[in-house]
């Protein structure tokens, strides 16, 4: 019987390494396709993805109509949203107080804007819907003429003011939208005691 050769290791590791150079060298990018890649990846490191804006960045609020503008509230002040019905005038009250209404066994004070912000009548206006403000434990109600919903407003949208914008309602403004939608500040009218009239009802029984 014959005896088999030694393996000689050295050469094949030199084949190997051989063939793995050759393959290397036949899948090497032409000049010109190695720029083509070099272009590629400087286009798609350009695109700086945009940052995602974090909830930090703007705020809920319920947009409403009310004299022929369209105003909003941020949403977390907005307890709720009802028909205006029920409403009894209270006398010698202040003429921006338009009544109370009771609100799940609690008296609300409502209260007309148009008024409260000393605003001229401008066009029709139908003051049918309530918007319940709370803040902690003060709560009232402000007349509305329709509500347009819900929206997000970025803080970068929202403008300081605007030089048409004058009077009473600028020491309640929180900003302006692009949309010159005009958010209040809800915090502040509800701290305010010219409008903090509101009382707990005891059901009988």
């Given amino acids: 019987m014959k005896r088999r ?12 390494a051989a063939a793995e150079d050759a393959l290397a060298k036949g899948f090497a990018p032409t000049p010109e396709r190695r720029r083509e890649i070099l272009h590629a990846r400087a286009r ?16 809920d609020v319920i947009e409403f109509m009310l004299a022929q503008e369209r105003y909003a509230f941020a949403a977390a002040c907005v307890r709720e949203v009802q028909p205006l019905k029920d409403l009894t005038g209270v006398p010698c ?8 209404i009771n609100a799940h066994g609690r008296i609300l004070t409502v209260i007309d804007l148009k008024k409260f912000f000393e605003l001229t009548d ?4 139908d003051l049918n819907k309530v918007i319940v403000l709370q803040h902690r ?8 003429d329709s509500i347009v919903g819900a929206a997000w407003v970025p803080l970068a949208d929202l403008q ?4 048409t914008l004058t009077g009473i309602r600028a020491e309640y403004l929180k900003g302006i939208t692009s ?27």
């Fill in 5 to 16: 050769p030694p393996v000689d290791w050295d050469r094949i590791k030199r084949q190997l």
């Fill in 44 to 59: 798609a490191l350009a695109r700086v993805p945009a940052t995602p804006v974090r909830a930090a960045d703007g705020i």
């Fill in 93 to 100: 009250t202040p003429r921006h107080v338009s009544g109370i």
């Fill in 122 to 125: 401008s066009g029709l206006s």
């Fill in 137 to 144: 434990d003060v709560a009232f109600g402000i007349l509305a």
């Fill in 160 to 163: 300081a003011s605007l030089p």
């Fill in 179 to 205: 949309q010159r939608v005009i958010v209040l500040d809800a915090i502040k009218l509800l701290t305010d005691a010219a409008l903090t009239v509101d009382e707990e009802v005891t059901p009988a029984g």
